[in-house]
């Protein structure tokens, strides 16, 4: 270990064991050989796993968990929840598919039964909150998008527990939050402790034809286009404008009809302004100003800066690269474009690879090309109120709903209930809940991706279906977007739902050609100051400045 | 003096057995009428936040943001629009589609049956569907225009939006008309159609002259009717637009669930309810005094 030539040997072979290029038998055998002690190799493995000498790769008892506890297998042997059934509210969605197709296995393991009621999305946030908010408590867990968390922490008892106290007991199924990367973690987490087990992992990034970007026909054509190589990826907003603008209007793809530079979707309370937050934030958000939203002392809304204002205009600029209709599109419509090989770009989230890698029902398996939203070379501080140029100014993003499970303060079946959401959160589900486009699920802990990031392996990706160039692509654009130093943040505070509907109706607005974008904005803020005096803005103020903690 | 005893004895009969009867039809009232009315009333005047509940009372703050918000406004506007347009041909439409099933047209048996099945239909069902008929993606209604050289912008402009909600209303509520207005032409005596025959010239003069006033007393009710569900109307623009783009379709109903129920501002959604209610209550008086004016 102390000469470099040992370090390189072993930073091979475990290059090799981690890119699926050899099995972990013959790594373990390999690296033995060379005089590296097991303990060592088993920490590199699986660094958390490897320090718990109660759990086990696997055991027969549970075929579904995968690692598992000693205390564990003990506790499944019993049937611990005979008898008892749980209600649990999940949307009616990918992610709640996933949700229903995870609980007969529970159910088998533990005796216990899952009453799986699914809700769709545009009333998912009222349903919850009714049943909370009068106290009738008829669900167990539900199923909660990031951006509701405020709100459960309205009231002077919060109406969700934390899982410390449930983490720390053996008995259930094993999943580690240390696990998961850093800003994906605060979403799950409440003034430093966990309330979400582990589900979903969501964030934006820029999905693209490789296969076409890196077409030598296509380079020379764009370069007589533009004067400069085709970036691949691109790493700017105005090369992402110019490929948008590029591959507009002619066909591309080689099967008879004009394509489209970009899709997106703008249909209003379906997502879309997800969008605009996204890549609008290389234009607010840089090492000067990581404020978004309000301006933390006086909670002024920040939204009608000349940063977002450009950003929003710039944004308008994308809809003629794309069908017009796309201001009304759905989320699966946006993808559909894409994923019938009719687009070039889309800034979306990681279902869109996934999605990718069904053969029936997409054309690109194989062809995908992954990134962090491209950057800005000037953004504005909203708070100082000043432009400022950059070499380059790049921000990652967990934009999206990051679906997981809560567990409800009123529920009478706690244990039971944790175990479930436990169950789903243990590493062999997790994993192949990432891995499957069905599942609307995408990776938000360490092993989930590849080396050195993490500890997964293009073979155990392979296993699940995916094309190999893809999973790179994708785990490297995703993992780069989580782990960027600058991060746009994210809104959790009470009201965070109506603050984004009145972006989203504003900004729809705006692609409509209804509203100029300076008064659109104008208006979200004006309408942001109602909601902020409603809730009450010192409550407001000091809960905006909870949730950077 | 002989009628009011005799009223008063009248009213004294069947003793407390009347009373026992119009218990059921009293509770419901007071549960789902009297109940409601009085909470959102009460809300009306109360500030309140998710989670704490009612945090106080505001006097008639609510009601001065709800008439001085452009957003109510609007959505009283679309609604008013929606209700203008699609009423109107429902009623047209209901009433000719009566008059030629009554002249006893080929395969008009059959007809009926078919016309009358979107009534069935949940509203929402029908807002989903036009998703599906309309989208520039494959939708049929969208692809047959397009083989005519027809583009229309469905869901991209708001007049877009709200004439495919219109359209699909239209579908929906015609039969109602229709089935309203074929037992209104039927109740019609032959005798009457006899005789009109040997003076006028063709039946389209016989619908207009004869057969729409007998069956203008049926046909306002109709209307009425027609007026106030098209009022409320919320599953089938929800479903099919969400209220947008922006809010080009957000009806009035749309805007008070947002604010109500999405975003658990029951102090202005209440106090939107309660302005609706009193604007509604005008147009239908109005409205019930110009047609028994006309019936007399």
């Known amino acids: 270990m102390s000469k470099n030539g040992d370090h390189e040997e072993l930073k091979t072979l475990a290059e090799d064991y981690l890119r699926g290029r050899i099995d972990r038998r013959r790594f373990l055998l390999l690296a033995g050989a060379a005089g590296f002690s097991v303990p060592l190799l088993g920490r590199l493995i699986r660094p958390a796993e490897a320090a718990n000498p109660d759990l086990l790769p696997s055991d027969p008892i549970s075929p579904y968990e995968a690692p598992i506890t000693k205390q564990r297998v003990a506790f499944l042997k019993t049937k611990p929840f005979k008898g008892v059934t749980i209600n649990f509210m999940a949307v009616k969605a990918t992610v709640g598919d996933c949700v229903k197709y995870h609980a007969p296995h529970w159910e088998e393991l533990t005796g216990g039964r899952v009453n799986v009621a699914e809700v769709p999305i545009e009333t998912l946030h009222t349903q919850i909150f009714a049943d909370l908010a009068s106290g009738l408590g008829r669900y167990d867990a539900y199923q909660t998008a990031c951006w509701f968390y405020g709100d459960y922490f309205v009231p002077k008892e919060p109406y969700i527990v934390p899982l410390a106290p449930y983490l720390a007991d053996a008995r259930y199924s094993y999943w580690n939050p240390d696990d998961w990367l850093a800003p994906m973690r605060k979403l799950y987490e409440w003034n430093g402790q966990v309330y979400g087990s582990l589900f979903d992992g969501d964030c934006q990034a820029l999905y693209f034809r490789n296969d076409v970007f890196t077409n030598k026909d296509v380079q020379a054509k764009f370069k007589q286009k533009t004067g400069y190589d085709l970036p691949v990826p691109p790493k700017t907003m105005q090369q992402m404008h110019d490929l948008a603008g590029f591959f507009t209007g002619w066909d591309w793809n080689g099967d008879g009809g004009k394509d489209w530079g970009i899709s997106l979707h703008a249909k209003v309370n379906e997502q879309g302004f997800f969008h605009f937050l996204t890549l609008a934030a290389p234009y607010v958000i840089s090492p000067e100003n990581k404020y978004f939203y309000f301006n933390p002392e006086t909670m002024k809304p920040l939204i009608n800066s000349e940063g977002h204002l450009r950003a929003l205009e710039d944004y308008v600029k994308f809809l003629a690269n794309g069908p017009r209709e796309e201001i009304a599109w759905t989320l699966g419509q946006g993808w559909n474009l894409f994923l019938e090989g009719h687009a070039a770009m889309e800034p979306t989230w990681g279902d869109l690879p996934t999605l990718a890698q069904d053969p029936k029902a997409s054309k690109v398996r194989g062809k995908m090309g992954g990134a962090p939203i491209p950057g800005t070379t000037e953004a504005f501080n909203p708070i100082a109120g000043a432009w400022k140029k950059y070499e380059f100014n790049q921000v990652g993003n967990v934009n999206g709903g990051t679906w997981h499970p809560v567990l409800s303060r009123f529920s009478k079946k706690k244990e039971a209930t944790y175990d479930f959401m436990a169950f789903m959160a243990n590493r062999k589900n997790a994993f192949f809940n990432s891995t499957q486009g069905w599942t609307g699920v995408q990776p938000g802990m360490k092993w989930e991706y590849l080396p050195p990031a993490g500890t997964s392996t293009i073979a155990e990706w392979e296993a699940q279906g995916w094309d190999a160039a893809d999973t790179v692509q994708y785990l490297d654009a995703y993992y780069a977007n989580l782990t960027m130093p600058l991060q746009e943040e994210y809104l959790r505070i009470p009201g965070a739902a109506e603050y984004w509907h009145e972006l989203d109706i504003n900004i729809s607005a705006v692609l409509a050609g209804q509203l100029k974008p300076k008064d659109a904005l104008d208006r979200t803020a004006d309408s942001w100051e109602k909601v902020t005096d409603r809730y009450g803005r010192p409550r407001q103020k000091a809960l905006y400045q909870a949730s950077f903690t | ?296």
């Open chain 2, 1 to 296: 003096m002989a009628g009011r005893a005799g009223r008063r004895r009248g009213g004294d009969e069947g003793g407390w057995f009347k009373y026992a009867m119009l218990l059921p039809a009293v509770a419901w009232v007071v549960a789902f009428t009297f109940f409601p009315l009085i909470s959102v009333l009460h809300f009306s005047f109360a500030s309140y936040v998710l989670g704490q509940g009612i945090t106080g009372y505001v006097g008639l703050q609510n009601y001065f943001n709800v008439l001085t918000s452009g957003e109510f406004w609007h959505s009283i506007a679309i609604t008013a629009a929606y209700v203008a347009v699609a009423v109107p041909l429902e009623v047209v439409a209901g009433f000719l589609l009566a008059w030629l099933v009554s002249l006893g047209a080929p395969g008009s048996r059959v007809f009926r049956s078919i016309l009358g099945a979107p009534l069935f239909t949940m509203g929402v069902a029908i807002g989903y569907l036009g998703v599906t008929l309309y989208t520039d993606q494959g939708g049929p209604i969208t692809g047959v225009l397009s083989w005519l050289g027809i583009h229309i912008p469905w869901f991209s402009t708001g007049w877009g939006g709200i004439l495919a909600a219109i359209i699909l209303d239209v579908w929906r509520w015609t039969p109602f008309i229709f089935l309203i207005a074929l037992a209104a032409i039927g109740s019609i005596p032959a005798s009457i159609y006899e005789a009109a025959m040997l003076d006028a010239g063709s039946h389209w003069q016989i619908m207009l002259r004869l057969a729409v006033p007998l069956a203008w007393p049926v046909m306002t009710v109709a209307i009425l009717l027609r007026v106030i569900e098209a009022l409320k109307v919320f599953g089938l623009p929800f479903a099919l637009t969400s209220g947008g783009p922006g809010t080009s379709t957000q009806v009035f109903s749309i805007a008070d669930y947002l604010t109500t129920i999405q975003f658990f501002d029951f102090g202005k959604g209440s106090a939107m309810g309660i302005v609706f209610l009193i604007l509604v209550s005008a147009i239908i008086t109005f409205f019930f005094r110009q047609m028994r004016r006309n019936i007399d």
